[in-house]
Nanobody, 116 residues
Framework: QVQLVESGGGLVQAGGSLRLSCAASGSIDSINFMVWYRQAPGKQRELVAGITTSAGTTNYADSVKGRFTISRDNAKNTVYLQMNSLRPEDTAVYYC?????????WGQGTQVAVSS
């Protein structure tokens, strides 16, 4: 059992920055990957960035490469998403997902709104 608590969402102007946090608790040793997804109204859920909990290997969607950075602090059981040069099209609910060999666990989501 894994619990995820997300924070850091809010309203920001285009060009601004925001850092999202996802704190994991429970059976944290079972987590192999931490992934950020986002979903805008009327759109399908989109994978934004992922990171392995062991080596810290990262991957990004093309739409956020060069602007977003995913990182983790294993001592704090927390994964971060640093979002720079934000655009209105980044507006979405952002979800944290923990991947284990048994199942995936989802956070509640945090709203990010970017104004033009």
């Amino acid at each position: 059992q894994v619990q995820l608590v997300e924070s850091g969402g809010g309203l920001v102007q285009a060009g601004g920055s925001l850092r999202l946090s996802c704190a994991a608790s429970g059976s944290i040793d079972s987590i192999n990957f931490m992934v950020w997804y986002r979903q805008a109204p009327g759109k399908q859920r989109e994978l934004v960035a992922g990171i392995t909990t062991s080596a810290g290997t990262t991957n990004y969607a093309d739409s956020v490469k060069g602007r977003f950075t995913i990182s983790r602090d294993n001592a704090k059981n927390t994964v971060y998403l640093q979002m720079n040069s934000l655009r209105p099209e980044d507006t979405a609910v952002y979800y944290c997902n923990a991947v284990t060999i048994i199942r995936n666990y989802w956070g509640q989501g945090t709203q990010v709104a970017v104004s033009s």
